[in-house]
């Protein structure tokens, strides 16, 4: 997003410019040039600040007081208005570039149409590209100060990932925000890890979390967004939670869901957005390492975790274990790489994967139990 909200003229001046340009040359002061153009102090200030375009009637006063003709002076706004335009187009066709628009078609969050500039604004719900900017702007500043250089991801992919997922929100009513009856549901859902079918424990996870005042939505991350979950607050009463389940395994899938509802519980709003784009135990920013820390805990308590490192490759051991502190072998497995008891390629065969197929076919059926 840099390269679009960075992009400003700077080959070609604006016409207020050259009127303070010929001023100065003219050894005349403002006071002075104010007096002769007979035109109120603020209005005189508002021209030499490029608030005022230049029209006829100015264009006459100013060929008068400073010289040149009066259609040097149109032609000096007009060319720059045209300039603008085309700058304009150019900053919407880079920015319809930097979307991924080939996968906002094929999941059909857009229509194919021809006019896909349109289609992208009504998407994000904002009239022109200075709107979309400024209220995604935020996402550039998070983003960048939470990953590393060589983990980089495209800002408007990820926009579009969070926009779809407040367009599903918007279709989950939810009760009211409360904090306290989020985490004893975090509890009770807890178990739902070690379903093996997302047309069993999505549902049940969408349905429970709204009645805490929590949206859930289920996004695959298109082209450029490596994000895994992101949390915010819609308003006062309805909180927001994206998963994309990246990677499509169970104890990716879950972490990712208790770190984030770790974000809500422990009321981090010093940003407006979180956005995790990399699972790591070593991360630097304090609110990460605890929300972190709290997914840990909920889904394998600190009392259990010396035993992990007893398990090793011993399957028996680690189904029992998983049973035990009732989460999937997967997680079990997921949590002795995450805290470094084994190496990430190892013992990956009990985690559970998921296909998109049964994803969406768990959403379709839960939207349609709505309707």
């Known amino acids: 997003m840099n390269n679009i909200i960075d992009l400003q003229p700077d080959w070609i001046s604006e016409p207020y410019q050259t009127i303070i340009d010929i001023i100065e040359d003219k ?43 009066t259609s040097f002076w ?154 895994s979950g992101a949390t915010k607050f819609i308003n006062d009463k309805k909180a927001l939670v994206v998963l994309s389940f990246r990677h499509l395994s169970d104890d990716h899938f879950w972490f990712t869901f208790f770190h984030e509802a770790g974000h809500l519980i422990m009321k981090h709003k010093s940003q407006n957005i979180f956005i995790d784009l990399e699972r790591t135990s070593n991360t630097k920013n304090e609110e990460e390492r605890e929300a972190n820390i709290f997914a840990g805990e909920l889904l394998i308590s600190e009392k259990y975790r010396a035993q992990m490192k007893n398990l090793r490759g011993n399957k028996r051991k680690i189904i029992s274990f998983s049973q035990d502190v009732g989460v999937s072998p997967g997680i079990v497995v997921g949590q002795m790489q995450h805290l470094g008891i084994i190496e990430h390629n190892y013992l990956n065969g009990y985690k559970r994967y998921f296909d998109w197929e049964d994803i969406n076919e768990s959403i379709f059926n839960l939207q349609n139990t709505h309707n």
């Open 74 to 227: 149109m032609r000096r706004e007009e060319q720059y208005r045209q300039y603008l335009e085309k700058f304009e187009e150019i900053q919407n066709e880079k920015w319809i570039k930097e979307l991924p628009l080939k996968d906002m078609i094929r999941y059909r969050w857009i229509s194919d149409s021809s006019d896909v500039y349109k289609s992208c604004l009504d998407f994000f719900g904002v009239d022109n590209l200075d709107n979309w900017m400024k209220r995604y702007s935020e996402l550039e500043l998070n983003v960048n100060f939470r990953t590393s250089r060589a983990y980089k991801s495209n800002i408007a992919s990820i926009a579009t990932w969070i926009r779809q997922g407040e367009l599903q929100a918007n279709n989950i009513i939810c009760d009211a925000w409360d904090p306290e009856l989020f985490l004893e549901t975090l509890y009770k859902l807890k178990p739902l890890t070690r379903s093996k079918r997302p047309q069993a424990f999505l549902p049940q996870l969408i349905t429970e979390c709204a009645k805490c005042g929590v949206a859930v939505s289920i996004v695959p991350s298109p082209s450029g967004a490596r994000a």
């Open 27 to 69: 050894q005349m002061n403002f006071v002075d040039f104010g007096e002769k153009m007979e035109y109120p102090k603020s209005y005189v200030e508002s021209l030499l600040n490029g608030n005022e375009s230049i029209t006829y009637e100015i264009a006459e006063k100013l060929a008068k007081v400073l010289g040149g003709s």
